[in-house]
T-cell receptor, first 115, second 112 residues
């Protein structure tokens, strides 16, 4: 069956430009998560969606980062005025429900390079 | 200091060896403990998860959690070259949703 998909797989941009990263979760999964994986760092939590609402945005590193989810499905992570320190792999995960333990299924990630 | 500490490696072993991977953590509120495997340029995939303390076995893999020491381990028996990957430990609290806190990952290389 189809897993979590992300696009683009790679994105190279210039410092100061805006970028949009897309995540298509597994159909029927209500919970969606964004993480960032930087070189030498573990995955860092960015934001969590339950349906279309985001009860926890505590991991977003600055107000240049925002995310939305529409129709309880696709999510977009937007980074405005990109900086070189934003270079990382951005990973999206989805799970069937938020409560208790539910496996998070990860997409392949978007590798962002800011020149 | 990070909430979850993990030796980045690389850890190099010959095929057939027993591999021990470990993480320590500082937050006693963690209740769920997971091990993910990540191949190069791929997303992490769940290997095993454990709730609270104890051991769990799945084929060649055994996960152990010692909450009193805040220490978790993953053992791989009869390691294979296909096990070469980065292994990430992850943890979460027993709250309304699963905000995972990850270690940095240990890179494992199994040589034929």
């Amino acid at each position: 069956g189809a897993g979590v998909s992300q696009s683009p797989s790679n994105k190279v941009t210039e410092k100061g430009k805006d970028v949009e990263l897309r995540c298509d979760p597994i159909s029927g999964h209500t919970a969606l998560y964004w993480y960032r994986q930087s070189l030498g760092q573990g995955l860092e939590f960015l934001i969590y969606f339950q349906g279309n609402s985001a009860p926890d945005k505590s991991g977003l590193p600055s107000d240049r980062f925002s995310a939305e989810r529409t129709g309880g499905s696709v999510s977009t992570l937007t980074i405005q005025r990109t900086q070189q320190e934003d270079s990382a792999v951005y990973l999206c995960a989805s799970s069937p429900q938020p409560g208790g333990y539910n496996e998070q299924f990860f997409g392949p990630g978007t590798r962002l390079t800011v020149l | 200091q990070k909430e979850v500490e993990q030796d980045p490696g690389p850890l190099s072993v010959p095929e057939g060896a027993i591999v021990s991977l470990n993480c320590t953590y500082s937050n006693s509120a963690f209740q769920y403990f997971m091990w993910y495997r990540q191949y190069s340029r791929k997303g992490p995939e769940l290997l095993m998860y454990t709730y609270s303390s104890g051991n769990k076995e799945d084929g060649r893999f055994t996960a152990q959690v010692d909450k009193s020491s805040k220490y978790i381990s993953l053992f791989i028996r009869d390691s294979q070259p296909s096990d070469s990957a980065t292994y990430l430990c992850a943890m979460s609290m027993n709250t309304g949703f699963q905000k995972l806190v990850f270690g940095t990952g240990t890179r494992l290389l199994v040589s034929p």
